[in-house]
Every structure is written in structure tokens, then in C-alpha cells.
């Protein structure tokens, strides 16, 4: 079955950086639509990012502008690079690949 793993998450100040990496195992990131999710305590998880197979991103527009989804093929790793960190981005960020495969989440804390 298919796997995925995630890992970068931390504490960061406000206007930090972090990178969050999932690695995929028992499938392909390049041949399915790909996602990063986020769930805060007392929220419903919500789509941060996503990528189409052809390399189409969206972005949540909370997060637009500031955060970056991408993959590497070679790797069968998708990537979630997040600048000009917020409290707000506080969640645990999960990745996710069509039609219904996710990690088991990474938690990010955006404090001073």
C-alpha cells in the first residue's frame, strides 16, 4: 500500500521559514495530483497547496504568496516551503496523494 511520511515540522518564530518534506513509498507523486493539508486545533482541515500531475499549483489564500508546494519526481518527494511563518499557520500539516492517501501529519508551531 501506498505510504507517505512526513517530516520537517517544528517550532519557528513569526516570520520564520520551514520546509516540510513527505516521502512517498508504494507510488508515484508525478502521476497523481498531489496536496498538502492543515488541521489547528478546533478547525476542520483545510487544503493548503496542491499540484497537478501536468505541474498546475493552487494555493489556500491564506497562505498565497507565502508558501510554495512542489516535487521531485526522482525522489518521490513533495516538498511544502513555507515563509513569512504566521501564528495562524499553527497546524499539523499533512500530505496527501489521489485519491485518498495521507501522512501522518507533521506539526508545525508558529510562536515567540
Given at each position: 500500500q501506498v505510504q507517505l511520511v512526513e517530516s520537517g515540522g517544528g517550532l519557528v518564530q513569526p516570520g520564520g521559514s520551514l520546509r516540510l518534506s513527505c516521502t512517498v513509498s508504494g507510488?508515484?507523486?508525478?502521476i497523481v495530483p498531489v496536496a498538502w493539508y492543515r488541521?489547528?486545533?478546533?478547525?476542520?482541515?483545510?487544503?493548503?497547496?496542491?499540484?497537478?500531475?501536468?505541474?498546475n499549483t493552487n494555493y489556500a489564500v491564506?497562505?498565497?504568496?507565502r508558501f510554495t508546494i512542489s516535487r521531485d519526481n526522482a525522489k518521490n518527494t513533495l516538498y511544502l516551503q513555507m515563509n513569512s511563518l504566521k501564528p495562524e499557520d499553527t497546524a499539523v500539516y499533512y500530505c496527501n496523494t489521489w485519491p485518498n492517501?495521507?501522512?501522518?501529519?507533521?506539526?508545525?508551531?508558529?510562536?515567540?
Open positions: 507510488g508515484r507523486v508525478s488541521q489547528a486545533p478546533g478547525q476542520q482541515r483545510e487544503l493548503v497547496a496542491g499540484i497537478s500531475i501536468g505541474g491564506s497562505v498565497k504568496g492517501r495521507w501522512g501522518q501529519g507533521t506539526q508545525v508551531t508558529v510562536s515567540s
